[in-house]
C-alpha cells in the first residue's frame, strides 16, 4: 500500500469529530509551512512571557520611545499622510 491509499485507508475509518481534528492539524500545519516557520520561530507562552520581562525592563531603564514619534517618523520615511482619525 502506499502512503496515499494507507492514509485514505485511516481516513475513512475516523469518526467525523476526529476528521475535524485532523483537518484542524492539517491546516495549522499548512500554514506554518506556508508562512516558512519553523518551531523555534513560533510564540510559546513561556517565550512571551520572557520577552515581557524583558520590555518591562526595558521600559524600567527608558528605553522606550513614545509611540506617537515612531509613527510620526515611519510616516516622514515612508512619505505617508495621516489618515485623519
Known amino acids: 500500500m502506499s502512503t496515499l491509499e494507507t492514509t485514505v485507508d485511516m481516513m475513512e475509518r475516523l469518526s467525523e469529530e476526529n476528521l475535524v481534528k485532523v483537518q484542524y492539524v492539517t491546516r495549522q500545519l499548512l500554514m506554518t509551512q506556508e508562512n ?9 507562552k513561556q517565550r512571551f512571557l520572557e520577552e515581557l520581562e524583558l520590555s518591562r525592563q ?11 514619534e515612531v509613527v510620526n517618523d515611519i510616516r516622514s520615511k515612508y512619505d505617508i499622510l495621516p489618515c485623519g482619525f
Request: glycine letters at 10%; a positive charge; zero cysteines.
Open 36 to 44: 516558512g516557520r519553523t518551531q523555534e520561530n513560533i510564540m510559546t
Open 58 to 68: 526595558q521600559a524600567t531603564a527608558g528605553r522606550y520611545r513614545d509611540a506617537q
